[in-house]
């Protein structure tokens, strides 16, 4: 009763404010102190999602986030959304796919489209044949607001952009604030309310509360795991990248300053196991699933047979625009040559993070500069100097995308831990003595969604080449959103409750998502029933209760009859 009271007085006597960046006047610039139902630490996919919710809930949220774009992967890191074969009609939750189809329609409404890309149900702007939706991360930006708006103008919400998270205060195994520094005018505030959801890309608030985690990868010992490794090892952490985007203007020379760090990169052969194939900026490297020799071709003039890494993660195919519209397709460059591995970003020092995050500049650069100039190109020729960097599409000066596109963070030490064996192809085939065809994952009673990709993990900062593995489709457990001790700290991320390996399935766009969804609605849900998430999860009437609640909210918790990928 006393927290419920708590929460009642805030809710009728602590105004939020919209967003900071567009009404600022509105401020009152001397506060230092802001409270809420509900403080979410980053506004990635997942931390956007999980305000969503609790806003509809009726909750008050502070929402904060790194850079001045919200969306995470989809805007700041410019990624389009890496999803399942059947996204279209299930395994998302209702409000993704609202995201989805609002990209959609914001092309319809305002974007020169053919009469035939428009009429197409299943419009692929960027016609990309990684992802089913590529598409320009402004544009995302653009819808995530949209959905946010309402709660901005009835201010339920309050969202600060280009704040960072530096400390936390806890009180016994509760995370009863945190301070948060505004990187443009260099000042403190501390943000308070009865729960915080981290859904910061690299798991911030777990280090600054303390609370118990695991970063890197785990031994084979402590999780039984086939593809774990022999031994834990902090610094096994997957590739980060700093993506960007280009198009081509045939006749014209793009050429940009030769990078400081261009004679490295170009001479770099990567040392791993199993070995890397060929040199890094090349045309030949290591398939992520068999680990031998893959050879692609690079042709923005399409001109050229093969696997062509110009529409790998291209964001506008042009023909799909009214003739004129564009000069050039815009392709995103997010491939195996600029995964910068040479450290990690978690566990080591702010000097040295910041070291690994310019060199990973110098590496995309490098590539782009390798691409203008010494490329090998289809014809026999070198490079391709009509490739023009669009700092425009990903909103820097740099031309770079605003953050890197981050694969793995710290990961809770939570109540339930999904491994490898509850979801890989060949570990349920293992031990359900089922065929291929007929094997499921593990079903999971507090479900609280659904996700699906394959088992992906990027080479790391270990040495260790890709681990790429057949996975089924699977569901998200409660128990793997608890950490073991905090009480009112829940992740809305990558932050979860897996393993090194398991994340490389729970990291995409949708099941980070979904995530955030079901964390910003088990807050509304704890704070309406006076009760704690643990309570939850161990109470069968309060979780039945709840996982009906997810399924009025539109998220699905178990998944139709699927064979794997």
């Not at 940009?256 to 040392?271: G, L």
Request: with cysteine; net charge neutral.
């Amino acid at each position: 009763m006393k927290r419920r009271g708590f929460i009642k007085t805030l809710a009728t006597a602590v105004p939020l404010f919209s967003w900071d960046w567009l009404l600022a006047s509105q401020i009152n610039e001397r506060s230092r102190e802001w409270q809420a139902d509900l403080v979410v630490a980053g506004g990635g996919l997942g931390g956007c999602a999980a305000a969503l919710a609790a806003l509809r809930a009726g909750l008050r949220v502070i929402l904060t986030e790194n850079t001045d774009w919200i969306g995470g992967q989809a805007t700041s890191q410019a990624v389009p959304p890496d999803e399942h074969p059947w996204i279209e009609t299930f395994g998302g939750t209702r409000s993704y796919r609202q995201y989805r189809e609002s990209i959609r329609a914001l092309y319809r409404d305002h974007y020169p489209l053919t009469a035939q890309a428009r009429l197409n149900e299943r419009l692929n702007p960027g016609g990309g044949w990684v992802s089913r939706l590529c598409h320009e991360p402004r544009v995302s930006l653009s819808v995530l607001q949209q959905m946010l708006a309402p709660y901005l103008s009835n201010r339920q919400l309050r969202v600060l952009l280009e704040h960072r998270p530096v400390s936390a205060e806890t009180s016994g195994d509760a995370v009863r604030a945190l301070t948060v520094q505004d990187l443009r005018e260099n000042r403190l505030v501390t943000l308070s309310a009865p729960y915080i959801i981290d859904a910061t890309e690299l798991g911030d608030v777990l280090a600054l509360a303390k609370i118990e985690h695991v970063t890197g990868a785990e031994s084979r010992q402590a999780t039984d795991e086939p593809h774990a490794p022999e031994t834990a090892n902090s610094q096994d952490q997957q590739a980060f990248t700093y993506c960007f985007a280009v198009d081509h203007i045939e006749g014209e020379d793009h050429t940009i300053e030769k990078p400081s760090e261009y004679d490295f990169w170009r001479a770099y052969q990567p040392q791993m196991q199993p070995p890397w194939q060929g040199p890094l900026f090349s045309w030949t490297m290591t398939d992520p699933i068999s680990l031998v020799a893959r050879h692609f071709v690079f042709d923005p003039t399409l001109k050229s047979p093969g696997t062509n890494l110009w529409t790998y993660r291209r964001l506008i195919e042009m023909g799909q625009f009214l003739p004129g519209s564009y000069r050039s397709d815009i392709s995103l460059v997010n491939w195996p040559q600029n995964d910068y591995f040479l450290g990690p970003l978690i566990g080591v020092s702010e000097a040295e993070a910041s070291r690994h995050l310019q060199r990973a500049k110098q590496l995309s650069l490098s590539l782009l500069y390798w691409l203008q100039t010494e490329a090998p190109r289809p014809d026999g020729g070198t490079g391709w100097k009509g490739l023009r960097l669009r700092e425009d599409i990903v909103g820097s000066p740099d031309g770079l995308a605003k953050a890197p596109y981050i694969r793995e963070s710290r990961r809770i030490q939570a109540e339930f831990i999904v491994r490898e064996q509850h979801i890989s192809t060949e570990s349920r085939i293992e031990a359900t003595g089922k065929p291929r065809e007929e094997a499921t994952a593990e079903v999971f009673p507090d479900s609280i969604g659904v996700g699906h990709y394959r088992i992906d993990l990027h080479p790391s900062a270990s040495g260790r080449n890709y681990v790429d593995l057949s996975c089924l489709p699977f569901q998200i457990p409660l128990g793997a959103l608890l950490p073991k001790r905090v009480e009112n700290l829940l992740p809305a991320a990558k932050n979860i409750g897996t393993t090194h390996i398991t994340n490389g399935a729970y990291r995409l766009h949708p099941v980070e998502w979904n995530i955030g969804e079901s964390a910003g609605l088990l807050v509304a849900y704890c704070l309406r029933q006076k009760e704690s998430p643990r309570h939850v999860r161990h109470n069968t009437q309060h979780l039945a209760t709840f996982q009906q609640a997810l399924r009025a909210q539109g998220v699905e918790l178990e998944w139709p009859r699927l064979r794997p990928l």
